[in-house]
């Protein structure tokens, strides 16, 4: 039963990127009050950062558990981003760009992933590639194109999303941090911030690279979760007219044209804790990169750069799950570098857990 005592609610989440804003519109489409809580703005951390390209890099390199998740994302991302669309005439600039992937050594397996889940690739010839991309470093003799992946555009989509929460009733409250769990007997009662207590029976943290810390934090408890912060750096070039149409990947690397013209590139992968500060040297590692995938951008230098520190774990999976200790508290985080294309499965996994209409049983890949 929804309660409508103005610091109660059906469900908290803490952390609001794309996974909690998710999560909090599935829940409250299912009739239950959510408030949003989160130390800085929704969607300021690694979801803004974001690439927003609506695939992994390399798609055949996944479990199946996990592509389970990649595979309704890209079947339902369309169709969000035009309701998203119609609720705030906020444009999330779906994208289909198609992407260009230059590791041919895992040629192959990416064949044998295209037939099994029928997906269409292409293996292209050095002139084909020219003919895609006419930008593209000459070196490069073969290439493997994915022309159906999409991308989308993180702020715009963020934008969307909080507009569509504020005009849902979702509480959100910005800038502001959990001092702790209100837990008795081994179960949720609710939280405490710096400025007030907020009650719910059920919590579901999905607060990224800080999920672990926030966890020991404010439940006291040292849970095994392999979630730790991975810093990656971008860089953003403008250009006076568009030259590139695709996304071209290289070994974990990539370029992502955007609708109007500009171009990213990213990222790297650092493990130096929470540091979150943007270093010359990943500029000039990812401006090399950018001039050997497209020389042209040799001419230019990026306009911004900026890091965001990414949920990394060891694992291929992300958890979805019930705290194995206390009752009502539930983990939504662990994403790593795919929580957008993620997102949408994660967010519906999460609803029929928290309302009880999905066995944890069958969720065990995620626990």
Known sequence: MVN???????????????????????????????????????????????????????????????????????????????????????????????????????????????????????VL???????????????????????NITQVRPPKLISALKQSLLQRKVKICENTFVENFLIEENTVKGLATRNEKLYAEKIIICSGAWTKSLIQAGASIDPEIDIEPVRGQMLLYKLPEKILSHIILKEKSYLIPRQ?????????????????????????SLQTIAHELMPTLEKLEPIKQWSALRPGTQRDTPYICKHPMIEGLYLNSGHYRYGIIMSIASARIMTKLVSDSLNPSQITAFA
């Open 4 to 122: 409508n005592l103005e610091n109660n609610f059906d469900v908290l989440i803490v952390g609001g990127g794309i996974i909690g804003m998710l999560t909090a519109r599935s829940l409250q489409s299912e009739g239950l009050s959510v408030a949003i809580v989160d130390k800085g703005k929704l969607g300021g951390a690694a979801t803004w950062a974001a690439g927003g390209i609506l695939s992994p890099l390399n798609p055949w390199q996944k479990n199946s558990a996990t592509q389970s998740l990649i595979n309704e994302g890209r079947k339902n991302f369309p169709a969000l981003i035009h309701e998203l669309k119609q609720e705030t005439a906020i444009d999330s600039e779906l994208l289909q760009s198609g992407m260009l992937v230059l590791d041919i050594d895992e040629k192959q397996q990416a064949l044998n992933w295209a037939k099994h889940n029928n997906e269409t690739l292409e």
């Open 125 to 147: 010839t050095a002139q084909s590639l020219l003919e895609h991309e006419a930008n593209i470093s000459t070196k490069f003799d073969e290439a493997l194109y994915l022309p």
């Open 260 to 284: 109007d013209g500009h171009i990213l590139c990213g990222s790297t992968v650092e493990h130096v804790g929470f540091v979150n500060d943007v270093t010359q040297e990943a500029r000039q």
